[in-house]
């Protein structure tokens, strides 16, 4: 993996639905960047964990205070990756206002392919097809301005070059 500390005074949100690769992803960027990896995952109420294991999808109130947990990560560390699903505008503009400097990465795939995967993960709460429905229904997802778009239909290494190679393009940029 290629290590590239020049980008590691960022913060960069991995994100979109379940079963994209963002946790995986999110810790092989992090590891290439010398950077801390969270995955938002742990960072949800019990509540939350048991609401998604009997297959209910989270509302905007179930994540409120789980967006805010994020935001005050998010402030206390200098540069981190985290992996967060991130589906909302108002959820990445709530993110957003944490820090200063963001870069948001979404791992875009079609339904199909994301629940090929997602069908083969072992002791994870996301419950069901329609669980993952929900959240592609709920997706409002970003614009080429807002985030760097990467196209999970390839292989894992394949998307992780990708980001890597995205993140420099915008860091030089900047």
């Known amino acids: 993996m290629i290590e590239d500390k020049g980008l590691n005074t960022t913060c960069i949100i991995v994100m979109g639905v379940s079963g994209s690769g963002k946790s995986l992803v999110g810790s092989r960027l992090a590891a290439a960047l010398a950077l801390p990896f969270f995955d938002a995952d742990d960072f949800h109420s019990q509540a939350n964990i048991e609401k998604m294991s009997s297959g209910i999808p989270l509302s905007d109130a179930d994540r409120a205070d789980w967006l805010n947990d994020l935001a005050a990560l998010i402030q206390r560390q200098s540069g981190l990756v985290l992996a967060c699903s991130a589906l909302k505008i108002d959820y990445r503009d709530r993110l957003r206002r944490a820090a200063s ?5 979404y791992l875009k795939g079609d339904i199909d392919t994301i629940w ?10 996301f419950s ?16 080429e301005a807002e985030a760097l778009i990467i196209d999970i239909a390839q292989s894992a290494e394949a998307v992780i070059d990708d980001c890597l ?3 420099r393009a915008r860091h030089e940029r900047l």
Do not use: N
């Not at 400097?101 to 990465?105: P, R």
């Not at 995967?117 to 709460?125: A, F, G, V």
């Open 101 to 105: 400097d963001m870069t948001f990465v």
């Open 165 to 167: 190679s995205k993140l």
């Open 128 to 143: 069901g097809r329609r669980m993952l429905e929900s959240q592609f229904v709920q997706l409002e997802a970003p614009s």
């Open 116 to 125: 090929s995967r997602h069908s083969q993960r072992e002791d994870h709460y």
